[in-house]
C-alpha cells in the first residue's frame, strides 16, 4: 500500500510496503527528481549576488559552477542516506525493545490505523534530527505502541510531538521549573527550613531564570501550547491584566513525565 500524492512542499512521502530487513520502510523524497534543478538555482543564485558585489567574483563563481554543482550533489546525497540509516536504526530498536521481529512489529502498525499514524508521525520526525536521545525516544514510543491496548496511541502520538518541537532550550527551561527555591534565588521556604519547588511561577520570575536563554516568550510559548506548562491567572479572580491578576505558569503532569524522560535518557546516553 502506498500514501502519495500532490506535495508542493517537497516533504518527505512515506511507502509502506513489506520489505526484507534492514529496509523495513522506504523513504522516498520528492525532491530527488528535481535535486539537479535545485543545485542549479543555486549556483545560479550565487553567481546573481556575487555579481552585485564584484564583477569578478561573477565570473569566477559561473567557472566554478560545475565544480559547486558536483559537490552539493554530493552533500545532498549524504543527507538522505544518514536519515534512511536513521529510520532504518530507529525501527529495529524499536522492534528489539518490543522483543518483536521486524517484519511482525510491522504488520501490527499495518493493521491499526491509528499505529500506522503513530509509525508515519515518527518515521517522518526521525528524519529531521540527530539528537541521540530524540532518537531513542521515538523508538521506545514505537515499541510502546506496539504493546499497548487499544485507545493508548493518542497518548504516544501526543509524545511524538512534543519531542518533535523540542530543542535543548526549550528542555533548559522546562527543567528549571522543577529547581528549588534556593536554586531559583527564591525566599520562600517551609517553616522548617527545607526547600520546596515553587507551585508556579510569575512572569519576572521567568524572565530572571530565563535571561540566558534566547527568545524567551517562544520557548514559554511552545511548552504551553504542548501542555507541558499551564498558564493561569492569579491573584484577582479576573483573566490575564483584569482585577489585579498577573500571569503565572506551572509543570503539569505530562510536563513532569517529559521532563523526567528525557533527563533519564541524557543520563544514560552520556
Known amino acids: 500500500m502506498r500514501r502519495e500524492g500532490s506535495n508542493p512542499a517537497g516533504r518527505c512521502v512515506v511507502v509502506r510496503r513489506r520489505l526484507a530487513v534492514p529496509s523495513i ?3 522516498v523524497t520528492e525532491r530527488d527528481g528535481r535535486r539537479d534543478v535545485v ?4 549556483v545560479a ?8 558585489l ?14 559547486a554543482s558536483a559537490g552539493l550533489k554530493s552533500g545532498l546525497d549524504r543527507i538522505s542516506l544518514r536519515r534512511r ?3 532504518e536504526y530507529v525501527f529495529q530498536w524499536a522492534a528489539d525493545t518490543a522483543r518483536l521481529e521486524p517484519e511482525e512489529l510491522q504488520r501490527r502498525f499495518e493493521a491499526d490505523p491509528d499505529l500506522e499514524e503513530l509509525l508515519l508521525l515518527v518515521m517522518d520526525a526521525v528524519e529531521d534530527t540527530a539528537d541521540q536521545k530524540k532518537l531513542v525516544a521515538y523508538a521506545l514510543i514505537l515499541a510502546a505502541g506496539a504493546m499497548t491496548i487499544d485507545g493508548t496511541q493518542n497518548w504516544q502520538i501526543a ?3 512534543t519531542i518533535r518541537d523540542l530543542r535543548p532550550q526549550h528542555l533548559a527551561l522546562l527543567d528549571r521549573f522543577t529547581w528549588t527555591t534556593d536554586r531559583l534565588g527564591l525566599a520562600n521556604v517551609r517553616e522548617d527550613g527545607t526547600e520546596v519547588v515553587p507551585e508556579f511561577l510569575d512572569e519576572k ?3 530572571r531564570i530565563g535571561s540566558d536563554l534566547p527568545a524567551l516568550p517562544s520557548l514559554l510559548a511552545v511548552l504551553q501550547r504542548h ?3 499551564l498558564g493561569k491567572s492569579v491573584g484577582g479572580g479576573g483573566g490575564f491584566g483584569m482585577g489585579g491578576a498577573y500571569p503565572v505558569w506551572q509543570l503539569t503532569a505530562f510536563g513532569q513525565q517529559v521532563h523526567r524522560l528525557m533527563l533519564d535518557l541524557g543520563h544514560r546516553l552520556h
Open 54 to 67: 564584484s564583477p569578478d567574483a561573477a565570473v569566477s563563481a559561473a567557472t566554478m559552477a560545475p565544480m
Open 45 to 52: 543564485g550565487t553567481a546573481s549576488l556575487l555579481s552585485l
Open 25 to 27: 520502510v522506504r523513504v
Open 227 to 229: 501542555g507541558l506548562l
Open 159 to 161: 509524545l511524538a510531538e
Open 39 to 42: 543545485v542549479d538555482v543555486l
Open 205 to 207: 520570575q521567568i524572565a
Open 85 to 87: 540509516v536513521r529510520q
